[in-house]
């Protein structure tokens, strides 16, 4: 029978403050029903000034090693996926891996934008298939509140901060990630970025003055991209592993735009009761939006043994990911 990993444990965290589209009402020349009507989100949560990428890694990390039955003792390795990390250096992996006294554990981050968690659960995978490590904690966090412009209204509604995390472990049998799939396309890579920073544009004046430090995203031509993208890497993921639509229990998309989901869920004829949203009240977090809509659909029991779950993702880079589980 083959080795496959499989994700033994899920938990995820979000912010306690709440900023609802009514308070931005109040920040810039926006709407309820404008941010309703364009991209399904109403609130997003928010860190505290004090409160950095691996506090929130931290509580959902605990909550996941809970769930799978681990000690953080007995991680072998830590994988972040996060483009908003507490800072450029040392990963946010390792000052995790501090934070949960997981002393036996390797630690790295890893930045592919949206895509980013579904990039570390084909890593995660791989390293299991090879035998390289048994014990594998995966999370997508971001804190995207302290790299938004909070005058600019194209972005500043969209996004929202959180995390993710699973366990992988080695399973032999049916059940397990059954493929994962990545894909980037570096020519549009001005359509989403955060261009100040690092050794292109290091810190300046100017690079503050100019708001470098803030996401600058072409949303309406992402937006294009991104449906005709996923639709198609939806189709040809279950084509791959030979299951049908109708076969699948669960849709977890990244959580951008409720267009972009209805639109890959109608490619698929899935019924939007086997969808996973949550971006009513998260707005997009990035690397943690999939994490956290997973975890939120098993704790709710709507996942069951042997079910196929398809995952998939889209952002700067650009980049898209996606992956099959039998849970
Ligand atoms: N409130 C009111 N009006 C607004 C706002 C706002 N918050 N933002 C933009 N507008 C205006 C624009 O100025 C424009 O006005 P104009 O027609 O007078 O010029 C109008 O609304 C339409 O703007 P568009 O950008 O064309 O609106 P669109 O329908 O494309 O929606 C959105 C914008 C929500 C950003 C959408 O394009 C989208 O979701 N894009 C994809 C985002 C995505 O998937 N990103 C990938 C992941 S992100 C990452 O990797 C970090």
Not at 262 to 272: G, I, N, S, V
Request: glycine share 8%; net charge positive.
């Amino acid at each position: 029978m083959s080795l496959r990993s499989r994700i033994t444990g899920t938990g995820s965290y979000a912010p306690e403050t709440v900023l609802t589209n009514s308070d931005l009402e109040k920040k810039v020349d926006t709407s309820d029903e404008w941010i309703t009507e364009r991209t399904g989100i109403k609130e997003r949560r928010i860190a505290k000034s004090s409160e950095t990428t691996s506090d929130l890694c931290l509580e959902a990390s605990k909550n996941a090693l809970q769930a799978a039955g681990l000690k953080a003792w007995e991680l072998d390795l830590i994988i972040v996926a996060t483009m908003s990390g507490d800072m450029p250096m040392p990963s946010t992996a390792s000052l995790l891996q501090k934070k949960l006294g997981a002393k036996n554990a390797g630690a790295f981050d890893l930045n592919a934008a949206c895509s980013g968690f579904l990039y570390g659960l084909s890593a995660a995978d791989n390293f299991i298939k090879g035998g390289a490590v048994k014990r594998i904690l995966l999370v997508g966090a971001e804190v995207m509140s302290k790299f938004i412009d909070w005058k600019d209204r194209s972005t500043c509604v969209l996004f929202g901060d959180g995390a993710g995390a699973v366990t992988l472990e080695p399973s032999r049998g049916k059940r397990g990630v059954l493929s994962t799939h990545l894909y980037s396309d570096g020519s549009m890579w001005d359509f989403i970025c955060l261009p100040g920073g690092g050794s292109q544009h290091p810190p300046s004046s100017k690079t503050i003055k100019n708001k470098m430090h803030c996401i600058k995203m072409k949303g309406n031509e992402t937006f294009k991209v991104a449906v005709r993208t996923l639709e198609k890497l939806v189709v040809d993921t279950l084509k791959k592993n030979k299951v049908k639509p109708s076969e699948l229990s669960m849709l977890i998309p990244h959580q951008a735009n409720l267009r972009i989901i209805k639109a890959t869920a109608e490619r698929l004829d899935l019924p939007m009761s086997k969808v996973a949203v949550n971006l009513h009240r998260y707005g997009n977090t990035s690397s943690a939006s999939i994490p956290l809509a997973l975890d939120e659909v098993v704790r709710a029991g709507r996942i069951k043994k042997d079910d196929y779950i398809l995952l998939e993702a889209f952002g700067a880079g650009l980049t898209w990911a996606s992956a099959l589980i039998r849970w």
